[in-house]
């Protein structure tokens, strides 16, 4: 071959042209009939399950004294290439799907996708491999890597004359054989991107969040194959179909925020926890798994920030159309479930938002503890805020008892309205109606109302030291005790 290339060059490039038409035909049925294999596999489907089902997909590969086309049946991980004879032994056995045990697909869709994807991967990288190595070694050309700027019209190439730039007979120099190795490759493989693509797209139909699966075993995939040889077709194709897996995964990242924006909420239902938070947390949970120690970290944490933001805005906004259940449980409770997600799976570039969270949670349970107990003690309440609106405008403590409104008859009368009984009964009623708000798949019922508990005896606390303050050496006194706080809330926990 080596004395074919020198001697007569218009041949050699003749029987490069045929060889390039003969094998593109070739591995053009095979691949094609691999990747049909694959997306059956992937969705499930029985439809020409015979045809494909039990078959063992293989690529022909050049075997044999003989020199016949004929099928391998071991696995092409196990392709090598051999020199000796300038005659290479590959083992083509694409992927043996149809053999799959019943126990490698008995598995969740998505695992089962990541198994199939990364298994069409792992196939096709070794039979680019080794067809570029056979090609560079039986056509004596080298591998060297061009230098920039030495580019040639070839790269426009497909399937014909592989050297414009050079006269017929004369061998190209060492500089653009690379770009001839892999204009070869691309005529020979020709189908593989579209054929990637096609599956990208069946995955991305499946499940939008396959992107996550793809991108990262599409990014390993290039990140190896570049560090072999940068200006490969083995990395110039992943690198192609790498762009639209990006594409497909900045679109389900786009999706989800949308999905937010567009959310509905029953008014006639409580609204405990949104669906897009619940499905920010089920993203989060994948997105961790997949991406543990993946390349592409950067443009995870890119999509974290989009969505954590996307979540909040709507979570305030739904709040605030809220009809049904209070801004205040709204707030509380889809706040706790991202600070409780974001504590969980500890995304580092999510600490400012998971402090965020907690501030949220915190401030909107404050909150509704605060509006929920002027409610069942409204007359005692509304007694003692007019009480320190006299101090406020300047009376002294003490001389708020000679006021007509503020005086001891009417204390006492305000505090007999309330006695032990009634007290119970007032946080039985208050415990009731902060059940009927507050979702049972957030658990935060008895958080809740112990902070009801030690708000209503810091309340309590507070009239007492009004009672001394205002009304000295009176023996006014609340007709309940802080134990007696304590055994209600107690009691009436234990009763629901």
Known sequence: ?????????????????????????????????????????????????KKFGQRRLSLVGL?????????????????????????????SSLLDMGNMSASDLDVADRTKFDKIFEQVLSELEPLCLAEQDFISKFFKLQQHHSMPGTMTEAEDLDGGTLSRQHNAGVPPPVSSEKDMIRQMMIKIFRCIEPELNNLIAL?????????????????????TAQNVDPASFLSTTLGNVLVTVKRNFDKCISNQIRQMEEVKISKKSKVGILPFVAEFEEFAGLAESIFKNAERRGDLDKAYTKLIRGVFVNVEKVANESQKTPRDVVMMENFHHIFATLSRLKISCLEAEKKEAKQKYTDHLQSY?????????????????????????????????????????????????????????????????????????????????????DEFIRQYKHFEGLIARCYPGSG?????????????????????
């Not at 003969?22 to 694959?38: C, G, M, N, Q, T």
């Open 63 to 91: 075997h044999g004294s003989s020199g016949k086309l004929t099928g391998s049946t071991s696995s092409l991980n196990k392709l090598s290439v051999q020199s000796s004879g300038n005659r290479r032994s590959q083992s």
């Open 476 to 496: 006014v006194t609340m007709e309940f005790t802080i134990q007696d706080i304590l055994d209600y809330c107690s009691s009436i926990a234990q009763s629901h």
């Open 369 to 453: 503890v605060i509006y929920s107990l002027g409610q069942p003690l409204e007359k005692l309440n509304h007694f003692f805020e007019g009480v320190e609106a006299r101090v406020a405008q300047g009376i002294r403590e003490e001389e708020v008892s000679y006021q007509l409104a503020f005086n001891k008859q009417e204390l006492r009368k305000v505090i007999k309205e309330y006695p032990g009984k009634e007290v119970k009964k007032g946080l039985d009623n208050l415990y009731k109606k902060v059940d009927k708000h507050l979702c049972e798949e957030e658990n935060l019922l008895q958080v809740v109302w112990h902070s009801m508990q």
């Open 1 to 49: 071959m080596e004395w074919l290339k020198n001697t007569d060059y218009g041949k050699y490039e003749g029987l490069t042209k045929n060889y390039m038409d003969y094998l593109s035909r070739l591995y053009e049925r095979e691949i094609k009939d691999f990747f049909e294999v694959a997306k059956i596999k992937m969705t499930g489907t029985t439809k020409e399950s």
């Open 203 to 223: 995955g991305d139909k499946i499940d939008s969040f396959n992107s996550l699966y793809m991108l990262v075993k599409m990014s390993h995939h290039v990140w």
